[in-house]
């Protein structure tokens, strides 16, 4: 895997770890996550009053909370009317957009870029807004098919584009650590609404930009 992807993932993990020794707000919904994760711990033939693993429970739930906050996003909060009158009338791409999310059969994660593209048709959306919306599907219980095609559709309905295109690329540990156990498969998905369907050229055009921002070049 590339070093690239591996230091983000570490970064990632570290993030999730500080989050997870903060301040507890012991709400009643991680109390009973945290025994489930207890519980687990005992079925695996571990020793959850050890000391490595006195907080792990406590850092297993804080973990799940913040890998799916999606839940408790919306796009109109994310959006928060950053969507502007344009007349621009070529691609705007965002690439590279590195996301982490979950597989919803292993609750592994699978993790990789995003490249996104829209065609404007009048309106704008603030370029920041794209990777917070790519955020907001990854941070649930996803299939990566299903989260490609919610960014795609998330962007047409609230643009009105004449064309979105999504490419995730990714890697799926529930893959590389288990069954196949297939380190080097790099699972690709693409979403083309509007004229990223209809005109080759333009998904042509698109495609060949993804390509320089692939995870298999680096
Ligand atoms: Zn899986």
Redesign the pocket.
């Known amino acids: 895997m590339a070093a690239n992807a591996n230091s983000q993932l570490r970064q990632w993990i570290e993030e999730v770890d500080e989050l997870a020794l903060g301040d507890i707000n012991g709400d009643a919904r991680n109390e009973e996550l945290e025994a489930a994760v207890r519980r687990i711990l005992e079925l695996i033939g571990e020793d959850p009053s050890r000391q490595g693993l006195v907080r792990t429970p406590l850092r297993v739930a804080r973990a799940l909370e913040t890998l799916t906050s999606g839940y408790s996003m919306s796009v109109e909060k994310i959006v928060n009317n950053a969507i502007f009158d344009e007349d621009y009338n070529e691609i705007v791409s965002v690439k590279n957009i590195h996301f982490f999310s979950l ?1 919803e ?2 609750m ?1 994660p699978f993790f990789g870029i995003a490249n996104v593209g829209y065609i404007p048709n009048g309106k704008v959306i603030g370029l920041s807004k794209i990777p917070r919306i790519v955020d907001m599907f990854a941070r649930r219980l996803q299939l990566q098919e299903r989260l490609t095609t919610q960014v795609a559709e998330c962007l047409n309905e609230i643009l009105q584009p004449r064309g979105v295109a999504v490419v995730m690329e990714a890697y ?1 540990l ?1 893959m590389m650590m288990r069954g196949v156990e297939k380190q080097d498969c790099l699972t690709v998905t693409s979403c083309m609404l509007g004229d990223f369907k209809t005109n080759m050229q333009t998904r042509n055009e698109f495609l060949e930009l993804c390509g320089r921002h692939s995870l298999k070049t680096r």
């Open positions: 597989c059969h292993h592994l799926h529930c």
